[in-house]
Protein backbone atom coordinates (compact mmCIF):
# COMPACT_ATOMS: atom_id res chain seq x y z
CA UNK A 1 0.00 0.00 0.00
CA UNK A 2 1.58 3.56 -1.03
CA UNK A 3 0.49 7.08 -1.41
CA UNK A 4 2.03 6.62 -5.23
CA UNK A 5 -0.92 4.05 -5.87
CA UNK A 6 -3.07 6.58 -4.57
CA UNK A 7 -2.28 9.16 -6.54
CA UNK A 8 -2.23 6.86 -9.75
CA UNK A 9 -5.61 5.22 -8.61
CA UNK A 10 -6.54 9.74 -8.73
CA UNK A 11 -4.73 10.23 -11.99
CA UNK A 12 -6.41 6.57 -13.72
CA UNK A 13 -9.64 8.35 -12.39
CA UNK A 14 -9.56 11.41 -13.50
CA UNK A 15 -8.58 10.22 -17.09
CA UNK A 16 -10.51 7.41 -17.79
CA UNK A 17 -14.05 7.82 -17.64
CA UNK A 18 -14.63 3.57 -19.36
CA UNK A 19 -12.46 2.53 -16.00
CA UNK A 20 -14.17 4.59 -13.78
CA UNK A 21 -17.49 2.89 -15.07
CA UNK A 22 -15.92 -0.53 -14.85
CA UNK A 23 -15.39 0.41 -11.32
CA UNK A 24 -18.60 1.03 -10.43
CA UNK A 25 -20.29 -2.01 -11.65
CA UNK A 26 -18.63 -3.64 -8.32
CA UNK A 27 -21.05 -5.38 -6.30
CA UNK A 28 -19.13 -5.16 -3.12
CA UNK A 29 -15.84 -4.21 -1.01
CA UNK A 30 -13.77 -7.52 -2.37
CA UNK A 31 -14.62 -7.16 -5.67
CA UNK A 32 -14.02 -3.17 -5.95
CA UNK A 33 -10.24 -4.44 -3.86
CA UNK A 34 -9.75 -7.28 -6.48
CA UNK A 35 -9.89 -4.92 -9.49
CA UNK A 36 -7.84 -1.98 -7.82
CA UNK A 37 -5.17 -4.60 -7.39
CA UNK A 38 -5.50 -6.28 -11.13
CA UNK A 39 -4.61 -2.93 -11.62
CA UNK A 40 -1.29 -2.41 -8.85
CA UNK A 41 -3.56 -0.18 -6.85
CA UNK A 42 -3.63 -1.15 -3.34
CA UNK A 43 -3.72 1.71 -0.76
CA UNK A 44 -6.01 2.26 2.29
CA UNK A 45 -8.26 5.11 2.42
CA UNK A 46 -5.59 7.51 4.42
CA UNK A 47 -2.72 6.90 1.63
CA UNK A 48 -6.29 8.19 -0.63
CA UNK A 49 -6.69 10.78 1.86
CA UNK A 50 -2.80 11.88 1.55
CA UNK A 51 -2.76 11.63 -1.99
CA UNK A 52 -6.09 13.60 -2.42
CA UNK A 53 -4.39 16.77 -0.33
CA UNK A 54 -0.67 16.31 -2.04
CA UNK A 55 -2.32 16.92 -5.65
CA UNK A 56 -5.05 19.40 -4.49
CA UNK A 57 -2.20 22.10 -2.56
CA UNK A 58 -0.32 21.73 -6.26
CA UNK A 59 -3.68 22.88 -8.11
CA UNK A 60 -3.18 26.12 -9.83
CA UNK A 61 -7.06 26.73 -10.82
CA UNK A 62 -10.21 26.45 -9.26
CA UNK A 63 -11.57 23.94 -12.09
CA UNK A 64 -8.64 21.62 -11.26
CA UNK A 65 -9.67 21.47 -7.43
CA UNK A 66 -13.11 20.80 -8.61
CA UNK A 67 -12.13 17.85 -10.57
CA UNK A 68 -10.21 16.84 -7.71
CA UNK A 69 -12.98 16.99 -5.47
CA UNK A 70 -15.65 15.23 -7.77
CA UNK A 71 -13.16 12.10 -8.25
CA UNK A 72 -12.87 12.49 -4.25
CA UNK A 73 -16.70 12.94 -3.52
CA UNK A 74 -17.30 10.10 -6.21
CA UNK A 75 -15.18 7.23 -4.23
CA UNK A 76 -16.32 8.30 -0.96
CA UNK A 77 -19.98 7.42 -2.21
CA UNK A 78 -18.67 4.02 -3.93
CA UNK A 79 -16.86 3.30 -0.93
CA UNK A 80 -20.48 4.29 1.21
CA UNK A 81 -22.65 2.06 -0.83
CA UNK A 82 -20.58 -1.21 0.14
CA UNK A 83 -21.32 0.06 4.14
CA UNK A 84 -25.36 -0.92 3.55
Request: include cysteine; hydrophobic fraction near 45%.
Amino acid sequence: MTIAAARKFIVKASREPEWVQMLNTSESASELNSKLADADLVFSYVEFDEAYNNILTKCQFHAQADALEQIRNWYDLLLMSFNE
